[in-house]
């Protein structure tokens, strides 16, 4: 039971910080998101200032990574939001594998200490020696007793289990979440600042080219 307790301590402990995690994460990120996209489309510095702000969340340092690079060209903006996008994402998935270790192993401890207990008390069995009807109650409230480990390890797995599935999905929301606002900032970018930008420098050099001859 010892183990099996531990197992519990630490799927309770792992909710916690992830339940803290997800709350302050979705509490903020539609408005962060919303502020920043707003301020992209009319100063690119005011929006990574906003992001900047956010960067305690995830979905803050997603959308800071492009904003502070300067006049970088789309596939450097979208390289950049995948690089930290991937970057968080990890971050996400923190506990999961604690989680799915002790879905795989609380109950099979549980079953161990069944098959313990049960060793001890049929070893503890006077069988062949007229045993007693007390010698037979007290040997199954030890079987019964054996069993608790069993139900516990997996009343400890099937909690961890859900916990596990909840996160997961959380995980996936937030996959499409980051995908949605990093196509949103990349357009603004590339209809706002690049494409303008590359228009007036096309521009520009035809003008001199045609202008050559008039001077001359």
């Keep these: 039971m010892v183990p099996i307790v531990g197992c519990s301590v630490l799927t309770m402990a792992t909710a916690l910080e992830r339940a803290l995690f997800w709350t302050k994460l979705l509490r903020r990120e539609d408005q962060v998101v919303s502020e920043v996209l707003d301020a992209s489309r009319r100063d690119l510095t ?38 930290t996008g991937d970057r968080e994402f990890v971050k996400m998935r923190k506990g999961d594998k604690l989680l799915e270790t002790i879905v795989a192993v609380a ?41 608790i480990t069993t139900a516990a390890g997996m009343i400890v797995a099937i909690i961890a289990l859900l916990i596990f599935r909840v996160l997961v999905s959380l995980q996936a929301q937030q996959i499409d979440y980051f995908s949605d606002a990093g196509n949103e900032l990349e357009l603004i970018y590339r209809q706002y600042w690049y494409e303008p930008a590359t228009l007036a420098s096309d521009s520009t050099r035809h003008g001199d080219f045609v202008g050559t001859p008039e001077r001359i």
């Design 46 to 83: 005011e929006a990574a200032a906003i992001a900047a702000q956010a960067q305690d969340l995830p979905i803050g340092r997603f959308l800071l990574a492009p904003l502070r690079l300067k006049q970088p060209s789309p596939d450097t903006f979208r390289l950049a939001m995948e690089t």
């Design 107 to 147: 109950p099979l401890l549980g079953l161990l200490g069944t098959v313990t207990g049960l060793i001890a008390t049929f070893g503890n069995l006077n069988i062949g020696g007229g045993g007693t009807g007390d010698q037979a109650t007290a040997a199954a409230a030890g079987i019964g007793e054996a069993l």
